[in-house]
């Protein structure tokens, strides 16, 4: 595990923010994929505090999906972790964060991995141009899901990001937090879908049961 402190000597670092309700393999494998083949020396794993898209949904607790992400990285020497989201009031901006760690990290190469679904949704976040600026994006794919469209839209408002954005594909594991905790409602399994310790935290604490 790492904070904020020990990753100042890293020169590439990858961030990887989300609600994490729960973490799962599908974060991991887009993780550990990006580390590889952008030659990264850390990828930080930023569970979101406060998510302003899901205001209307109700999101675990979030120092109980910090100890999920928590339990679910702590393996891998190549993942960091941070609650600088969390320890922050209000809502939890990704431009927010990137200027934080850019004062920390001052000079560190930062990319911010996301998934495609995400990226399609980055021109209604907050100041998309300036993320743009200070990071570079790795959008994470299925093999087979074109990006080129998205990009020649991304393009008409931020000119020039060709550089600043790529596309990453990876195994087409169709996991995702909304499915596994319908799966926990709905009695089915969730084994092989996220680490053990992971589903072991969830069956302890009785998260999801209830819709």
Known sequence: MHDLEDLKSAQTLGIMGGTFDPIHFGHLVAAETARVAFGLDKVLFIPTGQPPHKVEHRVTDPWERFEMVKLAVAANTGFGLSRIEIMREGPSYTIDTLRELRGILVDADLHFITGADALRSMLSWREPEEIIALTKVISVSRPGYP???????????????QDRIFQLKIPALAISSTDIRARVQEGRPIRYLLPDDVKSYIEKRGFYRDS
């Open 147 to 161: 990006l080129q469209d998205l990009f020649e839209t991304i393009d008409q408002y931020v000119p020039g990001h």
